[in-house]
């Protein structure tokens, strides 16, 4: 968007009667669930479950198959405490009961390791503890609460987690998930066990962001996040994991839900397939609310440019006696024009320039889960995942007769792998598995080269590949209070038989109730994307003959060390702190262009390469992030983080420069407090501020671009300028109302509250011959409205 751009308002109006006989009834719900072990999920009979603060308290005890129900508790905020002989307790607070449907919950059970000469009183498992039992340093859980608790997050798992220490996202237009300093395409997302390609509309191949997240927060469960040296389980990732799951749709009653907002139209069902199964199903589909206005003959000052795109999820659930099969899958579809030759709005950093650009992306799988005894499972999984983009870009500079550049790219996944977990006593535990990846792709690019008059393959190709993927982890505990956690993972790829092999480590010591240290070092690695192996360069302009000069490229490879120190402050408050230093070695680097890495790539809606390149480059992160919170208690809740980081790198000439992504700092603080409107509502209100240094970049050299025709930079100041530092304050507002079997929700987003002017990026405009600047997001409200029935 340019500097005077316009605001876009979307505004409902929604009429909800309610008769004063039906507001008189008090509106109760249901609370059940199952307690499972963490490690085997088997369940836990005999566990005792508490509803806490309740007079007379109400309680009861799981029966054989682990499960518990409360019947007609009031509704609102609910805290749980559960507790079981040989199993640490656990405490669940603040669950949100609503009464338009079950809540339903499986509560994991962590067993102790006896020694009956130390008895001593100790807080309940830290409620933002990662669910991966092999997890030590740099991880969290996030529940689906605070994807739309934090203001600014829009339901987005991604923009949720750049509230955290250690991550940033100056951008308003892309959710890229920057971890430490290093490039978002090092982040691998995991959803199911499965690893997927990038789950965001109008996001590219080879990137990890994009402007709207394809992920629907209404069908997650808790889920993992994870940001430096992760278990062994984890492989093809530099920086972090996102580990995604999904909640299982609801066995015994048919629930609904509707939903209207900015970022779009939802329905969605769940329930069981019958009165007499345990198995069950749920689906969500969502449509781009401007598409249908725009449809409907509203505008919004963006000429083309409205983004275009559904999406669907689902998941089915089918308990076995030993076991289960759940099927799930996620998909969408997304296009959008761009078109600077109508004047529109919104170029993202393309003006000069007509855009046409379409994607898909989706995934489908099913996990075979069997338990071979009482403390080992057996999990297989067979997935199918594939991501395709299609652009043409026509520069106006030389006219709209043909495309500057006409690019299609897909890529297909075939997916088999197992995993077997075992328990040999409360002291030991043992994963390990095997992941066998088969890859079918199509690579088909080309420019127009004025010189030549004629266009020239940048990319065209297609073949398959396989990359094969191994692990083992191990689980000590010393004690209740001591634990090392060893592991390695191997990587193969039969493009260019390449491989990497990544011993890793950790230590959690809690030194006293409620203080841990946490120490985790290890070894992390990645190929490169596919389409790097696959670019090729002209080598003889009379026969047009091309070569792959990057085919033989080995794996981007870094080392972690991470040390970190927690403190929990009584039952509502902590402190955390973690110093980290990673290296990064064998990065692609470029002699004919020696200020070039491939660290600097990403986050963005394209990426350079170069030819020849050779696994020569280094880089290092280095830096300290500390985390104050207090969780949500008594209806009030903060956390500030502070991110403190240096991020470098080498290219080719061995000269150091700054990472694009060296922003040097991140403060985050974030407030909110919700009060009970008598016995049926809820009214919350969240504030979020940002204040970050601003992006790196390179900067325009004009006099060569002018003599070029198109866009040349200034390399010898590769990455030394930034632009202003970042700032943004965002607002929530939130109402629920509970009525009998219906819950209605009305939410009020302002973005940008002081309609700060953050620059977005800056490219060449070669039909004016000057460098253009995109500004994000100016001030913006936007209207949800939500119904569960």
């Known amino acids: 968007m340019n500097k005077s751009k316009k605001v876009f308002i979307t505004t409902g109006i929604i009429v909800l009667l309610i008769s004063q006989q039906a507001l008189a009834q008090k509106i109760t719900q249901t609370f059940r669930g199952r307690i ?34 409360f019947n007609k508790l009031p509704t609102g905020r609910i805290s749980v405490k559960v507790s079981m002989v040989g199993y640490e307790p656990t405490v669940i607070p603040n669950l949100l009961l609503s009464s338009g449907r079950e809540l339903v919950l499986d509560i994991r059970l962590e067993e102790k390791v006896y020694k009956l000469e130390e008895v001593t009183v100790r807080p309940e498992a830290p409620k ?14 996030f529940t689906v609460d605070e994807t739309e608790r934090y203001a600014g997050s829009l339901g987005d798992p991604s923009r949720m987690a750049t509230n955290f220490a250690g991550v940033s996202s100056v951008s308003d237009q892309r959710n890229d998930i920057i971890i430490r300093g290093n490039s978002p395409l090092s982040l691998l997302w995991r959803l199911e066990g499965v690893d997927i390609p990038n789950p965001n509309h109008f996001g590219s191949i080879g990137s990890t962001g994009g402007p709207i997240s394809m992920l629907n927060n209404n069908l997650l469960a808790n889920s993992d996040f994870f940001t430096s040296a992760f278990p062994a389980e984890y492989g093809n990732a530099m920086s972090g994991v996102f580990d995604l799951k999904m909640r299982n749709g609801n066995n015994r009653k048919r629930e609904y839900l509707g939903q209207v907002g900015f970022n779009g139209f939802e329905l969605g069902a769940e329930g069981p397939f019958s009165k007499n199964s345990q198995a069950s199903y749920m689906f969500n589909f969502r449509y781009s609310t401007l598409e249908l206005l725009h449809a409907l003959g509203m505008s919004f000052g963006t000429g083309e ?12 659930n089918i308990p076995l006696e030993n076991g289960r099969i759940s099927m799930f899958g996620l998909g969408g579809t997304n296009s959008i024009e761009m078109l600077d030759s109508r004047q529109d709005d919104a170029q993202y950093g393309f003006s000069g320039n007509d855009l046409y650009y379409d994607n898909m992306m989706g995934v489908t799988g099913i996990n075979h889960v069997i338990y071979t005894g009482k403390d080992a499972k057996l999990t297989n999984t067979l997935a199918v995942s594939g991501i395709e983009g299609k652009a043409e870009i026509y520069d106006l500079g030389i006219g709209l007769d043909q495309p500057a550049v006409n690019e299609r790219m897909y890529e297909v996944k075939y997916t088999a792998s197992s995993k077997f977990s075992k328990r040999f006593s409360s002291k030991n535990y043992l994963n390990t598995g095997l992941v066998v990846d088969l890859f079918s792709v199509y690579y088909k690019g080309e420019n127009l080269n004025q010189r030549l008059d004629r266009y020239v393959n940048y990319l065209d190709s297609k073949g398959n590949t396989t990359m094969t993927r191994a692990f083992a982890e191990w689980k000590h505990r010393f004690s209740d209070k001591l634990s090392v956690k060893s592991g390695i993972n191997a990587s193969w790829l039969s493009l260019n038989n390449t491989g990497a092999v990544e011993p890793r480590i950790g230590l959690q010591w809690e030194v006293k109730p409620g203080r841990r240290i946490n120490i985790g070092a290890g070894m992390h690695s990645q190929p490169q994307m596919k389409a790097v192996y696959f670019n090729q360069v002209l080598t003889d302009t009379s026969t047009m003959e091309y070569a792959r000069t990057n085919k033989d490229l080995d794996f981007s490879r870094s080392i972690h060390l991470v040390a970190g120190y927690d403190h929990r402050l009584g039952d509502e408050h902590r402190i955390k702190a973690e110093i980290y230093y990673q290296k990064l070695y064998n990065i692609p680097v470029a002699q004919s262009r020696p200020e070039f890495s491939l660290l600097s790539q990403g986050g963005a809606y394209s990426f350079m390469t170069y030819s020849n390149m050779e696994n020569e480059g280094t880089g290092e992160n280095k830096g300290i992030e500390i985390t104050l919170e207090k969780f949500l208690q008594d209806g009030f809740y903060y956390l500030v983080t502070a991110s403190f980081f240096d991020a470098g790198y080498r290219g080719y000439d061995g000269v150091w420069r700054n990472s694009a992504f060296n922003n040097n700092f991140v403060i985050n603080g974030l407030a909110g407090y919700e009060w009970e409107i008598g016995k049926k509502s809820l009214l919350s209100v969240d504030m979020k501020m940002v204040w970050a240094g601003g992006s790196r970049y390179l900067e325009i050299n004009e006099e060569e671009s002018i003599e070029a025709g198109g866009t040349r930079y200034n390399w010898e100041t590769a990455y030394e300028k930034q632009f202003p ?26 973005q940008n509250m002081t309609n700060h002017s953050n620059i977005f990026t800056q490219n060449w405009n070669n039909e004016l011959q000057e460098v253009s600047t995109s500004y994000q997001m100016g001030f913006m409200p936007m209207v949800t409205y939500r119904i569960y029935f």
């Open 36 to 69: 499972i072990d963490s490690y085997t999920e088997q369940p836990v009979p005999g566990a005792t479950v508490v509803i806490q603060g309740t007079d007379p308290l109400k309680g009861t005890m799981t029966g054989p198959e682990g499960r518990f129900q």
């Open 128 to 141: 933002d503890r990662a669910s991966n039992e092999m997890a030590t340093v740099s991880a969290r859980s």
């Open 305 to 316: 440019a409205i983004p275009k795109y559904k999406d669907l999820s689902f998941k089915v």
């Open 725 to 750: 530092d970042y700032f943004r304050l965002n607002g929530r507002i939130t109402y629920r109302l509970n009525a009998k079997n219906t819950n209605h929700e009305w939410a009020l987003d302002l």
